[in-house]
């Protein structure tokens, strides 16, 4: 049977993200209450696990790292259509950075089992390093293509793959097991069903800590990652702005003039 | 004997034979650290028939040059381009080393830093050397800006986008030395890039384009979309985007203006429908006028601008449209 | 600590309920707005996403979740369009008699398509002569053989054109005492939907007249016992009808507040968001405490109606209550948008319109208030 792990995270809602910022006087992160969903280019990965699934039989496994809240976002995949989950929960495992992050997801993917292709979204909408995928292809020692826009080929061992480059794509090919990290183009993610959540009900998903991923705390989190925050600091915004006011007519017509007094347009 | 640090190294891409434009800005700025640090900056160059570019490397401030040159290596190949890189870096061991933030670039340093067991940053707009000669990497999060740090593995790695740091002046008269690679023999081939198929972009490149639109998620759907690319065009402009546009599907990736993006720097910069994130606003450096057209008055972007609109985006813009469509006639009739 | 907060499984029906709202309802609101039709596609997809399957049993096809679920889901709809809320909820009303009174045999004629949307139910009990006093309905049957003959007009019927499994009471024509339900399907001889109302809110939410003139129903259509068929249609509506508008009218509220909250702080006046104002403040405020109340009030009927205790008249208070609080949520939320809340390109206005419409569907405010005082006094 064809095996995919996909690898998700869950992130602060992008539509409230914007309320965590940072402290001057504390220097460190307000507001971060902001409620958890599943990062957004994740869905794209699942999606083409559940593509995959019905195309060659394949069987799905859901793997994240964080808080026990990120269980919500495992079993949000699973009502997808996943088959089982597990996530990797430790206090140990909190502030890593991608180095960390990429490392702890990789022993969890050893732990799980054998593999034929790893899944994940190309970026976080919080973190945007797109650095985990790749770096977890090194540990694991496979391939790897970002920025995954189309399945041109599926095999037996060799894939055809298209990775997005500015204005065009690199054709790939690429020999099974890999991971690949995939873009919003690739495909239209479809959307959670009452039956796929009721089927969840019955689909395990199992809390690994550091012990029973049998890693040492000086590999994981903080402790494992070779890069931290130095500084948070606010920064001034440089104009003072006139708020232009009116009837939307005179807003228009003033902002005009302005622009033309200016000589930009 | 002050030179115990390692070199600054840039790894340097090219397409179609051609350095790219962002290696030569990070050749400039690694001469800057490297002078400070008091160490030479070299220069890991891979590709085919390189050889009339490579004074370009030295005279934007390069000491070396390692190159390889051959027709295996015209197209980025992932595991023979990690291979070499890491194997080089082993050998030299690097200080610093930065590497451009395109697609390639973005692919290729997390599997070299992962290799080597450093750290790396992404997307960095900013580089310091603090007090202690360690590299402060700067980026935009969370309304303001965060410095990360690599205080013990080495080499210290950084993306850098195009267009943070400028063109180096280019001394012509520089020299350097060139060491030659092979391709090493026993490299696992489980992928190969077969080909790159790149089409011309349509319209004015954001980062040379004197008027910028940049809409956000403020467009709401795909019609609200609309009104915004109508306003740019217009107004002749280049249209951009924040990343929220780009993930609803409305615009490409290759539109997005900021700190994973593009850098422009135009006369007039107009903003429609996006809130003002820094990761955004550091795209723009220095436009002469800019506008801010969004329904939250408490919206960061109202700070940073020199004239705005609260207003619904959807309904304001159209108006907006035919005045400066009144506004161009009489221009013409003049 | 009596626990108030919805289950994780609840959170992501709703989150499901929410993402079909918002991408397969909001793009039919302005054709449906204009037409006044109800359009196929969408019953189609309401059929595909299984909102008619919430509350019939996993053994009829169904997915057995209760009436909690179907509460959210309603509510979630009716956010974006309470037009497409209010022809949902009504569909389970049409299910709700051949699932509580219905024989096995005609339980698994009807539930497994009513469950996939193939077929579309309503119930009929109003006519000119009686909605709030139904037993002064004049629609007759009388037996004739195997067959039951129907005659008599239906009005204010949601679904009725596009229904085509219909509950109807009617009068025993010899006994003025007597009603019976019966399950009539579209097509019968003799049976038609008539006229189409055009309303002043929720529109494209079908409304119309049914008409039996000489209408054959085979016996086995009668739903329950002959003679007996008042209390299968009012237990129905009593709670399947006013839970539904429950969600229909929570929806309302909700979309009514995030509306306001979002005009509050776009409108400049006096060189700041209005939403700074004491007097906008405090219609925010009242919004949120009825929308707290309504939610309470509405999910503690469902709770109690899915551990199978009697609700209808927590039903009747949830229902009151909300579809009171939605007509004051929609003018507040319109005088908060100063003029702009009277143009049709602003949402509130639709919300005012549609607002209206709540009120008498499904019992009106004053039989509420008669069933509660009975309640209080009994």
């Not at chain 1, 957004?40 to 964080?66: R, Y």
């Not at chain 2, 705005?308 to 985006?313: A, M, N, Y």
Request: charged share 25%.
């Amino acid at each position: 049977m064809f095996k995919i792990v996909v690898c998700v995270k869950a992130v602060p809602d992008p539509k409230e993200a914007h309320k965590i910022k940072i402290d001057p006087a504390t220097k460190t992160l307000t507001r971060t209450d902001v409620p958890l969903v599943l990062n957004l280019l994740d869905k794209n990965a699942m999606e083409l696990a559940l593509q995959l699934k019905e195309q060659l039989d394949a069987h799905i496994t859901v793997l994240s790292m964080g808080p026990p809240a990120a269980g919500n976002i495992v079993k949000e995949c699973l009502a997808l259509g996943g088959n089982q989950g597990f996530l990797l929960s430790d206090r140990a495992f909190g502030g890593a950075d991608a180095y960390a992050t990429a490392y702890t997801l990789a022993k969890g993917i050893e732990k799980i089992g054998a593999f034929d292709l790893i899944v994940c979204g190309m970026a976080s909408s919080d973190g945007s390093t797109e650095w985990v995928g790749p770096e977890m292809a090194a540990f694991l020692k496979i391939p790897v293509v970002t920025r995954v826009n189309e399945i041109v080929e599926t095999g037996k061992e060799w894939w055809k793959v298209k990775a997005s480059l500015e204005n065009g794509y690199r054709l790939m090919q690429v020999k099974l097991p890999a991971v690949f990290t995939v873009t919003r183009e690739l495909n239209t993610p479809k959307s959670l069903s009452f039956s796929g959540i009721i089927k969840a009900r019955k689909k395990e998903i199992t809390e690994w800590n550091i012990h029973q991923l049998g890693v040492s705390e000086k590999t994981v989190g903080q402790k494992g990652s070779p890069t931290i925050v130095s500084d948070l600091a606010t920064v001034d915004g440089k104009r003072t702005v006139e708020l232009i006011s009116g009837t939307r007519e005179e807003k228009a017509d003033q902002l005009v003039q302005k622009l033309a007094e200016a000589g930009v347009i | 004997m002050e030179n115990q640090l390692g070199p600054v190294w840039v790894i340097a891409e090219q397409i179609d034979c051609r350095i790219l434009p962002v290696s030569f800005q990070l050749v400039g700025q690694a001469r800057i650290l490297a002078d400070r640090l008091k160490t030479s900056v070299e220069t890991v160059l891979l590709g085919d028939q390189m050889d009339a570019q490579i004074h370009q490397l030295f005279a934007a401030g390069a000491d070396r040059v390692y190159l390889g040159n051959a027709p295996e290596l015209t197209y980025y190949q992932p595991e023979i381009y990690t291979e070499m890189i890491v194997r080089l870096a082993k050998a030299h061991r690097p200080e610093i080393m930065l590497i451009g933030s395109t697609s390639v670039g973005t692919e290729l340093a997390p599997l070299v830093a992962a290799r080597l067991h450093t750290g790396l940053t992404a997307h960095c707009i900013d580089l310091v050397l603090d007090d202690k000669k360690i590299l402060e990497q700067k980026i935009p999060a969370y309304g303001g800006m965060i410095s990360i740090i690599c205080p013990e593995k080495r080499p210290q790695m950084a993306t850098i986008a195009s267009g943070v740091f400028p063109q180096p002046d280019l001394d012509e008269n520089r020299t350097g030395e060139i060491v030659p690679l092979e391709i090493p023999a026993e490299i696992p081939h489980r992928i190969q890039t077969l080909e790159i198929v790149r089409e011309e972009p349509d319209g004015i490149p954001l980062e040379s384009a004197p008027i910028v639109v940049a809409g956000g998620a403020g467009a709401g759907d795909p019609e609200g979309w609309k009104i915004i690319a109508d306003l740019s065009e217009t107004l002749n402009a280049a249209l951009g985007s924040t990343r929220p546009a780009v993930d609803e599907g409305w615009i490409e990736l290759e539109s997005m203006i900021g700190q994973s993006g593009k850098m422009v720097s135009p006369e007039l910069y107009i903003g429609v429908g996006l809130s003002g994130e820094l990761q955004h606003m550091v795209g723009i450096a220095g436009a002469k006028v800019m506008v801010a057209i969004n329904n939250d008055a408490k919206a960061p972007i109202f700070e940073q601008v020199d004239y705005g609109i609260v207003d619904d985006c959807r309904e304001f813009v159209p108006v907006l449209i035919e005045k400066i469509k009144e506004y161009q006639e009489k221009l013409v009739t003049c | 600590m009596i626990d108030f907060t919805f289950t994780e499984e609840q959170e992501m029906f709703r989150k499901a309920a929410r993402e079909f709202a918002e991408t397969t309802v909001k793009p039919k609101i302005s054709e449906m707005e204009e037409t006044g039709k109800f359009s196929d596609e969408l019953v189609k997809a309401l059929g595909e996403a299984e909102m008619m399957a919430l509350t019939i049993p996993e053994e009829y096809g169904g997915l057995g979740l209760g009436y909690t679920v179907r509460m959210i889901a309603v509510e979630e709809i009716s956010k974006v369009s309470v037009a497409v809320g209010m022809m949902l909820q009504v569909c389970a009303l049409g299910i709700e008699p051949i699932l509580k009174f219905g024989t096995e045999e005609q339980k698994k004629k009807y539930l497994p398509a009513m469950a996939k949307g193939e077929r579309i139910g309503s119930t009929a009990v109003t006519e000119a002569t009686g909605g709030s006093d139904p037993s002064g309905i004049r629609t007759t049957y009388r037996k004739e053989g195997n067959e039951y003959i129907l005659n008599g007009r239906k009005c204010f019927i949601t679904n009725s054109h596009i229904g085509d499994t219909i509950t109807v009471l009617a009068k025993d024509d010899e006994n003025p005492k007597a009603f019976s339900t019966f399950v009539v399907e579209g097509g019968t001889e003799g049976f038609k939907p008539t006229r189409e109302e055009h309303k002043l809110g929720m529109r494209g939410c079908n409304t119309g007249e049914l008409a039996f003139e000489n209408c054959r129903v085979p016996a086995e259509n009668l739903i329950g016992e002959e003679g007996k068929g008042m209390r299968v249609a009012l237990s129905a509506i009593g709670d399947v009808g006013r839970g539904g508008m429950v969600g229909c009218a929570l929806g309302v509220q909700a979309a009514c507040l995030e509306a306001s909250v979002k005009f509050a702080n776009e409108r400049i006046l006096y060189g700041k968001p209005i939403s700074n104002l004491q007097t906008i403040q405090n219609k925010l405020a009242d919004m949120k405490i009825d929308l707290d109340a309504g939610q309470l009030l509405g999910y503690r009927a469902s709770s109690m109606q899915d551990s199978g205790m009697r609700s209808s008249n927590e039903f009747a208070v949830a229902k009151y209550f909300t579809t009171e609080a939605a007509q004051r949520a929609a003018k507040m939320a319109v005088d908060i948008h100063g003029g702009y809340g009277c143009m049709e390109e602003y949402a509130v206005s639709r919300y005012l319109r549609d607002s209206f419409v709540l009120g008498p569907s499904a019992g009106t405010s004053d039989i509420m208030k008669v069933i509660i005082a009975r309640w209080v006094l009994s």
